[in-house]
């Protein structure tokens, strides 16, 4: 196993040769230096500067906005890329790891794009230009883990690298097999990290994410403590029955948008949306009472699994 850090958490990759390896570090780096709005020369943050005009971006720039946009509407807002301004004024200004221990004050935010799949940017794909709304800050957080994972794995695989694992903080993208045999994935308890809640034996090439709202989160001057998944529809830290899912489908991003969504929504909402919406994937819930529940499609993408207390829905 390879690791580094980068993007504010650890990127590990398993099975790749040393070449490989260093090549995958390359990229992830790169994608951070325009992706990050903790970067204040990052690509995003110079976008996120010149709010209301045309701005001509890069390829991967323009990729990731393109595809934010499209899991924007797909859900009808739930994954949301435009509260950048709302998960600042809660606290989460700058990087994870340098956020104060003590009180943070709670700064109020004045968003003005609620509706539903309304536009607040636009694409031009011709001339690969964006134009942000001037009200709207960006923040690609909630997309660019699981899509550096993708991006990576694509990037080998076109390479002729036949088998591999790409983790980008809990998105994880595997394809292949792991010298032979089926990949093994586990997924950490959360409310004791250093303990596998659960582990699968993967069919095929999968994507799996896991989004958690205990391990980011930091207290607030009134003593409540906020964490960095935002609820749209209240443009304040998500409050489920909710602390942790894990989605499995069929690419690492589509996994990393859907947990998020499912986490926002809470259990029983979450798992009607989900079985309407996209009853081809699967997914992993744990709630604050520490129940575990499996749900969805997950024969499709699991040899075997196995876990702690769960009860399949």
Same mark, same amino acid.
């Given at each position: 196993?390879?690791?580094?850090?980068?993007?504010?958490?650890?990127?590990?990759?398993?099975?790749?040769?040393?070449?490989?390896?260093?090549?995958?570090?390359?990229?992830?780096?790169?994608?951070?230096?325009?992706?990050?709005?903790?970067?204040?020369?990052?690509?995003?943050?110079?976008?996120?500067?010149?709010?209301?005009?045309?701005?001509?971006?890069?390829?991967?720039?323009?990729?990731?906005?393109?595809?934010?946009?499209?899991?924007?509407?797909?859900?009808?807002?739930?994954?949301?890329?435009?509260?950048?301004?709302?998960?600042?004024?809660? /606290?989460?200004?700058?990087?994870?790891?340098?956020?104060?221990?003590?009180?943070?004050?709670?700064?109020?935010?004045?968003?003005?794009?609620?509706?539903?799949?309304?536009?607040?940017?636009?694409?031009?794909?011709?001339?690969?230009?964006?134009?942000?709304?001037?009200?709207?800050?960006?923040?690609?957080?909630?997309?660019?883990?699981?899509?550096?994972?993708?991006?990576?794995?694509?990037?080998?695989?076109?390479?002729?690298?036949?088998?591999?694992?790409?983790?980008?903080?809990?998105?994880?993208?595997?394809?292949?097999?792991?010298?032979?045999?089926?990949?093994?994935?586990?997924?950490?308890?959360?409310?004791?990290?250093?303990?596998?809640?659960?582990?699968?034996?993967?069919?095929?090439?999968?994507?799996?994410?896991?989004?958690?709202?205990?391990?980011?989160?930091?207290?607030?001057?009134?003593?409540?403590?906020?964490?960095?998944?935002?609820?749209?529809?209240?443009?304040?830290?998500?409050?489920?029955? $909710?602390?942790?899912?894990?989605?499995?489908?069929?690419?690492?991003?589509?996994?990393?948008?859907?947990?998020?969504?499912?986490?926002?929504? /809470?259990?029983?909402?979450?798992?009607?949306?989900?079985?309407?919406?996209?009853?081809? $994937?699967?997914?992993?819930?744990?709630?604050?009472?520490?129940?575990?529940?499996?749900?969805?499609?997950?024969?499709?993408?699991?040899?075997?699994?196995?876990?702690?207390?769960?009860?399949?829905?």
């Amino acid at each position: 196993m390879h690791t580094f850090q980068a993007m504010n958490t650890e990127f590990s990759t398993i099975g790749l040769t040393q070449s490989a390896r260093k090549e995958i570090e390359w990229l992830i780096r790169i994608i951070e230096a325009r992706l990050s709005r903790f970067l204040s020369d990052s690509e995003l943050s110079r976008l996120n500067r010149s709010a209301g005009k045309p701005v001509s971006v890069s390829a991967p720039l323009y990729e990731v906005l393109e595809q934010a946009h499209a899991y924007y509407c797909e859900t009808d807002g739930v994954f949301n890329p435009y509260l950048g301004a709302v998960v600042s004024g809660l /606290g989460y200004n700058q990087s994870f790891e340098t956020l104060s221990t003590t009180s943070r004050t709670i700064i109020p935010t004045k968003v003005k794009h609620r509706s539903k799949c309304t536009n607040p940017l636009m694409l031009d794909r011709v001339k690969q230009t964006v134009r942000l709304h001037p009200d709207v800050l960006l923040d690609l957080g909630g997309i660019a883990k699981g899509w550096s994972a993708r991006f990576g794995s694509s990037y080998l695989i076109k390479k002729g690298v036949q088998s591999g694992l790409i983790d980008a903080g809990g998105d994880i993208a595997v394809w292949g097999t792991n010298q032979g045999a089926p990949w093994g994935i586990s997924i950490a308890d959360p409310f004791c990290p250093n303990k596998d809640l659960a582990s699968f034996w993967l069919r095929h090439d999968t994507g799996v994410a896991t989004s958690n709202c205990i391990k980011r989160s930091w207290l607030l001057s009134d003593g409540s403590r906020a964490h960095h998944i935002i609820d749209p529809r209240t443009f304040n830290s998500a409050v489920s029955d $909710l602390v942790q899912v894990t989605v499995l489908a069929p690419d690492v991003l589509t996994a990393d948008v859907y947990a998020k969504a499912m986490l926002i929504l /809470g259990f029983a909402e979450g798992v009607h949306w989900m079985q309407e919406r996209k009853p081809e $994937l699967a997914y992993v819930q744990v709630r604050s009472d520490g129940s575990v529940h499996t749900g969805g499609n997950i024969e499709a993408y699991c040899i075997e699994w196995e876990g702690r207390n769960q009860c399949q829905i």
